[in-house]
């Protein structure tokens, strides 16, 4: 206390010294009897002078000294002793005359001098008395005095100065009119693409749709609007469209033989057909595969791509190849291309030209601008004038394409031993993609094959691609093939019946100049027509399009190029529309620059299981970069429906099959998906309050945001390793002492990590080894329908088991749950397996007994303990070791678990932390897997999940249960302690 006093002393004397550094130095303050002493003698026997004034007509007093000072030690205090008593308030005997005047005229001295200074906030102000005192003065200075104006503007013009100097001067702000024309939107357009690119109907889905920032670009992910059972019904019965131009395409170039031997080393025939199947090859069919390192199969996965190949061209074994590419591949990927097929040689872009039509004004490198003259520079002040450029100056243009990217980036590598050439063309190809039955309809209305260019001189050259194009007779010939064919398309009733994967090349007109009036909707037109086209419209649903009309001008670069450069503006066609003698027709003849080269890739819809086949199937549509809008609008005025991110994740989940990269754990993309989603999870789990999130210690889920892949495959192997069948009775009887069970599986873990190094959990993509563990599921319709037994399918014994398990045990394997009874499934909700006793419950599954948060005390003890004081805290920490020292229950899992309070302070209540324990033995059921993705599924009327599970968990299910029951599961939620029961289904 008295270390305090003296603080608080020192401090109040800094304040008493801060207030009186204006006084002069002979008005002094005693702080002590002994300092009054002194000065008293010095002063001719009277009392030091004060400040003050009130103690009588001379305003001085004295301070006698005290008889009794209980504080010897000096020191100030405001107004009053430290003993609590005041200060001596006698009149003085006698005082000095010259001692006393000099001290009054010092006191004058500094009042005069503090009233007539000017500080630097008041500037001029200062010497105005305070009624005088106005803001409006600092902005006009003819407010102010006369004799105070001249001052006032010499200090004006110096802040001035300052501020030029340290910050340049801005320039009037561009009022709304000069914002919105055409050259500083597109300024605007440009600039805020610097971070994340936009797709060329980024504008449009901005006005309709949720924007998310994801891999680089701008998406839309949902609408503004209720859309669920809406884009369902469109994906069933009529057409859903969706942008994916943000998909990937790297072209390879170069001889067949030595691109095939290049792209082997990058896929097995093990996990389906690959870069040389004969379909694809011949570029009839669109191929998909899933690539891996180069000779790691079936380790390190990339992720699937889609390939297409150029039709070969008469006498030339030169091919050309678009691998399509999800945006996280591409940076696995084109390392992994660029090193199989040696193209290490980086091929420089051209230098560009003066006036770049197409690309415009790089978004990184802005165009210089002229100098400024001296009668061009913007007086402050002023009013802004508007300024025309000169028209020699190249205009601003849309950045069409990657403009992100600096000019000088190289995109094309070439190879000098074997001649293969790798470009990038991405966010050169626009693709549009049409889900629904009647998505070849909608296409069918939209678009109409190009016209001939009939009444042109055809011996003069042009700059367009179609004149030079009409000037081949085979070209043309071949055009009037692919015409026929896509009217072929208008008898077709569903796009499903069309064989997966045609292409179809062609030419069509401008859709804009066929643009209806209002939004109708697309029909197919089903007439009986003659003998000749039902043979053909027959042998196209058989065989799909001949292999001649798969050819596009879309191929060719130049082709791609002339026609970007040369489409004409919106702004052009309105005022050729504008020309018409009948408004509302159609512009005869069309215009020449309005021919653009497409390319029809048929998408299958769902190709595994019994029901609901074809479901989702579709065209994508390819199209050269520029005519985004120009074909976007037509095809929404057909009626389709809009959908985004969201609707790509549900028509993966309704057609059963795995989305990328979120049910694709063993690649690197899906990993970094992982750690971002469990970040997400997590944030928005603490944005709850502590009393409204789920406590899923008390739920036994260990890992809600995230699935630990790795550990339940290591966990699984080391089961059926230490003892198979009978190890796994044991497990199931002793739920009692489940923290037993946790430590005998966690420290033979420890063992085989240190004497052999895990591998790499994989999920099995191989073909055979899928159809042979299908067969065993018996897999069996949403609705519990058995379906036709597989056959060739081997005995499920412990020797074909044994076999299995060596080669994949450490292997994921994709399943589709469907529940049995009502409930609807969720994100990470674990697949467990059923008892006995569960599997006689006719009704619903069974309840997981509460748990108990062995975390929660300590959180409480530390909130108790920064709260309680000093001498206190240690008997709290007395008490605590005792109850630490208290054996837990047995029935409770990991009850030394808290004795590190660092792991599990550094997660909210509720969250299990790291390191985990034995996920297969945490709860009272064994678990298998995880759900990925989960909801109540419109098309099979019940809930449905699809996810992972470790084979060597289901193989041992499997085997387990009788064959009346085989292949049923449990599943919960993370917040629930509920089991539904489940059949697993695994399509191939």
């Known amino acids: 206390m008295q270390r305090g006093v003296r603080n608080m002393s020192a401090a109040k004397v800094k304040m008493r010294e801060k207030k009186m550094r204006n006084q002069p130095s002979s008005v002094q303050y005693s702080a002590s009897p002994r300092h009054v002493e002194s000065s008293a003698q010095k002063n001719g026997g009277a009392a030091p002078v004060t400040g003050g004034g009130d103690g009588g007509p001379s305003g001085v007093h004295l301070n006698t000294e005290r008889s009794k000072s209980p504080h010897p030690k000096g020191g100030w205090v405001r107004g009053h002793q430290r003993d609590g008593g005041d200060y001596a308030k006698e009149m003085p005997k006698h005082i ?30 200062g010497a105005l008395p305070k009624h005088m005192r106005r803001r409006a ?22 802040s001035l100065q300052a501020s030029s100097k340290k910050k340049k001067e801005e320039s009037k702000g561009k009022s709304r009119k000069a914002r919105r024309q055409h050259g500083n939107l597109l300024l605007e357009f440009n600039r805020r693409q610097r971070k994340n690119k936009w797709l060329e109907t980024h504008i449009w889905h901005a006005k309709r749709f949720h ?75 669109q191929g998909s595969v899933d690539v891996y390192r180069a000779g790691q199969y079936p380790m390190q996965p990339l992720g699937p791509v889609t390939f297409l190949w150029r039709p070969r061209a008469q006498g030339s074994t030169h091919r ?29 872009p051209p230098a560009a030209p003066a006036v770049i039509p197409t690309e415009g004004v790089s978004a990184l490198e802005p165009e210089p601008k002229p100098e400024k003259t001296p009668e061009s520079k913007q007086i402050t002040g002023t009013k802004r004038k508007q300024t025309f450029k000169d028209a020699s100056e190249p205009s601003e243009k849309k950045i069409l394409g990657d403009g992100t990217r600096s000019p000088t980036t190289p995109v094309t590598w070439k190879s000098s031993s074997n001649g293969i050439v790798i470009s990038d063309l991405t966010m050169e190809i626009v693709r549009y993609r049409l889900i629904g039955p009647q998505s070849h309809s909608v296409l ?117 190029d002339n026609v970007t450069v040369n489409k004409i503006s919106n702004k052009l066609l309105n005022h050729m529309r504008s020309e018409l003698l009948v408004p509302g027709s159609r512009l005869s003849p069309t215009p020449l620059q309005g021919r653009v080269p497409i390319l029809l890739v048929h998408q299958p819809g769902k190709q595994v299981g019994h029901e609901m086949t074809s479901w989702g199937a579709g065209w994508d549509l390819l199209l050269p970069k520029g005519w985004g809008m120009a074909f976007w609008v037509p095809l929404v005025y057909r009626g389709v429906r809009i959908g985004g991110l ?86 199931l009887t002793q739920t009692s002492t489940k923290a037993d069970a946790v430590m005998e599986v966690a420290t033979p873990r420890e063992d085989v990590t240190v004497t052999k190094p895990p ?71 674990m697949v467990c397996v059923p008892t006995a006793e569960d599997l006689m419950l006719c009704g619903g599954g069974p309840q997981e007994p509460p748990h108990r948060d062995h975390f929660k005390s300590p959180f409480r003890r ?49 969250l299990w932390p790291d390191p985990l324990p034995s996920v297969t033995a945490h709860c009272s059921r064994v678990m298998l897997g995880w759900v990925t993705q989960g909801d109540f599924s419109l098309s099979s009327g019940r809930g449905e999940a699809l996810g992972l599970v470790s084979v060597a968990g289901l193989l041992n299910t499997l085997f387990n249960q009788p064959a009346e029951r085989r292949g049923t599961l449990l599943l919960r939620n993370p917040a629930s302690l509920h089991y539904r029961v489940a059949k697993v289904n695994l399509e191939v």
């Open 96 to 125: 000095t005359a010259g001692a006393f005047a000099t001290a009054r005229a010092s006191e004058v001295r500094t009042m005069l001098k503090a009233t007539t200074k000017t500080t630097g906030s008041c500037h001029v102000f």
């Open 137 to 158: 003065m600092s902005h006009n200075t003819k407010r102010l005095p006369c004799r105070l104006r001249d001052v006032a503007n010499r200090m004006r013009e110096k």
């Open 211 to 285: 924007m998310v920032k994801k891999w680089g670009y701008c998406l839309g992910d949902r609408p503004t609007y209720k859309c669920y059972r809406s884009s369902y019904r469109a994906m069933s019965s009529h057409c859903l469209l969706q942008d994916l131009s943000y998909y990937c395409c790297i072209e390879l170039q170069g001889e067949e033989e030595k691109l095939l031997a290049s792209l082997s080393q990058l896929t097995s025939k093990e996990a389906g057909p690959t870069f040389a199947a004969a379909l694809s090859l011949s570029g009839q069919r």
């Open 320 to 348: 050309q190849l678009w691998i399509w590419a999800h945006p996280t591949i591409k940076p696995d990927l084109l390392p992994e291309l660029q090193t199989v097929c040696q193209c290490c040689e980086a091929v420089l």
């Open 444 to 560: 069918v209305e939209t678009m109409e094959a190009a016209t001939d260019c009939d009444g042109m001189n055809t011996s003069q050259p042009s700059c367009l691609w179609w004149p030079e194009h009409c000037k081949n007779e085979s070209k043309m010939n071949l055009h009037q093939q692919q015409a026929d064919v896509f009217h072929l398309l208008k008898g077709v009733y569903s796009t499903g019946e069309l064989p997966s994967g045609t292409v179809l090349g062609l030419t069509v007109d401008d859709p804009r100049l066929t643009l209806p009036t209002k939004k109708v909707k697309a029909l197919p037109c089903v007439k009986q027509a003659q003998e000749v086209e039902e043979e053909k419209r027959r042998e196209l649903m058989l065989r799909g399009a001949p292999a001649h009309c798969c050819q596009s001008s879309l191929w060719e670069s130049s082709v791609r």
């Open 646 to 731: 969201t609707m790509s994740l549900k028509h993966s989940q309704n057609k059963g099959a795995a989305h990328f990269p979120h049910d694709y754990p063993d690649c690197p993309a899906g990993a970094r998906f992982q750690e971002e989603q469990e970040a997400q999870l997590l944030y928005e789990f603490k944005r709850y309050p502590p009393a409204k999130r789920n406590n899923y210690i008390k739920h036994g889920c260990l890992a809600p945001f995230c699935c630990p892949w790795q550990q339940l495959a290591e966990e699984w192997e080391l089961i059926l390793r230490e003892g198979g069948e009978e190890r796994e009775e044991d497990r």
């Open 759 to 829: 591998s790499r959990v994989t999920v099995l993509r191989n073909k055979k080894s899928l159809r042979l563990l299908s067969g065993w599921c018996r897999p069996t319709t949403s609705k519990g329908q058995r379906a036709r037994r597989s056959c060739g399918v081997l005995p499920l014994d412990r020797a074909a088991m044994a076999l299995f398990l060596s080669a994949h045990g450490m292997s994921l394997v994709w399943v589709r749950l469907s529940l049995l009874s009502k409930g609807k499934p969720e994100l990470h909700a």
């Open 862 to 910: 530390q909130k108790k303990g920064s709260k309680a004081a000093a001498a206190a805290s240690s008997l709290c920490s007395d008490k605590k070791e005792g109850k630490e020292s208290d054996p837990a229950p047995a029935s409770e899992p990991n009850s030394t678990a808290p004795e590190g309070p660092k792991s599990s302070l550094a997660l909210p209540m509720g």
